[in-house]
C-alpha cells in the first residue's frame, strides 16, 4: 500500500516564472482589464504546480485530484510583466497533501493561497464518475 509519507516530505517546494501573457489576464473575462493578470490564472499556476510536484512521484495507477483553492489577489501585475511563484508543501493527513503558494513580481507579492489535492486511484476515480453520468442519464 503507498504511503504518501514515503513518497513526499512536508516542506517540499517548487519554484516557477511566468511572464503574464495575454492568456493569463482579466481580458478572458473582462476586455477593459485586458493587460492585468487574473485571479484564475494565478489559482491555474499554483493548480499546475502541485501537481507537477507531486503526480511524478506516484505509482503507476494513483494521481491527484483537487479537493480546495483559496487564492487572494492582493496586487496587480501587468501583461508583460514576470511573476514568480512558489508552492511548499505544508502537511499530509493520510492521502490529503496540503499547501501554500505565493506569487510576486519585482514590486513584491501579487497574490497567496492554499491549496489541497487527494490521491485517489484513478480507475475507482473514471469508475464513480461514469456511475454518476449513468445515473444522471437515467433521470
Same mark, same amino acid.
Given at each position: 500500500?503507498?504511503?504518501?509519507?514515503? @513518497?513526499?516530505?512536508?516542506?517540499?517546494?517548487?519554484?516557477?516564472?511566468? %511572464? %503574464?501573457?495575454?492568456?493569463?489576464?482579466?481580458?478572458?473575462?473582462?476586455?477593459e482589464?485586458?493587460?492585468?493578470?487574473?485571479?484564475?490564472?494565478?489559482?491555474? =499556476?499554483?493548480?499546475?504546480?502541485?501537481?507537477?510536484?507531486?503526480? *511524478?512521484? !506516484?505509482?503507476?495507477?494513483?494521481? =491527484? %485530484?483537487?479537493?480546495?483553492?483559496?487564492?487572494?489577489?492582493? @496586487?496587480?501585475? !501587468?501583461?508583460?510583466?514576470?511573476?514568480?511563484? *512558489?508552492? %511548499? !508543501? =505544508?502537511?499530509?493527513?493520510?492521502?490529503?497533501l496540503?499547501?501554500?503558494?505565493v506569487?510576486?513580481?519585482?514590486?513584491?507579492?501579487?497574490?497567496?493561497?492554499?491549496?489541497?489535492?487527494?490521491?485517489?486511484? *484513478?480507475? @475507482? !476515480?473514471?469508475?464513480? @464518475?461514469?456511475? *454518476?453520468?449513468?445515473?444522471?442519464?437515467?433521470?
Amino acid at each position: 500500500m503507498f504511503d504518501p509519507k514515503d @513518497a513526499f516530505a512536508v516542506g517540499m517546494t517548487e519554484e516557477f516564472m511566468k %511572464v %503574464v501573457e495575454s492568456a493569463d489576464t482579466v481580458g478572458n473575462f473582462s476586455p477593459e482589464l485586458n493587460q492585468f493578470l487574473s485571479t484564475s490564472a494565478c489559482s491555474n =499556476t499554483m493548480i499546475r504546480m502541485a501537481i507537477d510536484m507531486l503526480d *511524478r512521484f !506516484l505509482p503507476e495507477g494513483l494521481i =491527484t %485530484v483537487g479537493r480546495k483553492v483559496e487564492i487572494v489577489h492582493t @496586487a496587480p501585475s !501587468l501583461l508583460g510583466v514576470p511573476v514568480h511563484y *512558489r508552492i %511548499v !508543501l =505544508t502537511g499530509i493527513d493520510g492521502n490529503h497533501l496540503h499547501f501554500t503558494f505565493v506569487g510576486w513580481d519585482g514590486l513584491g507579492e501579487v497574490c497567496h493561497g492554499r491549496h489541497e489535492r487527494v490521491i485517489v486511484n *484513478r480507475d @475507482a !476515480l473514471v469508475r464513480k @464518475a461514469q456511475e *454518476r453520468a449513468g445515473a444522471l442519464a437515467e433521470a
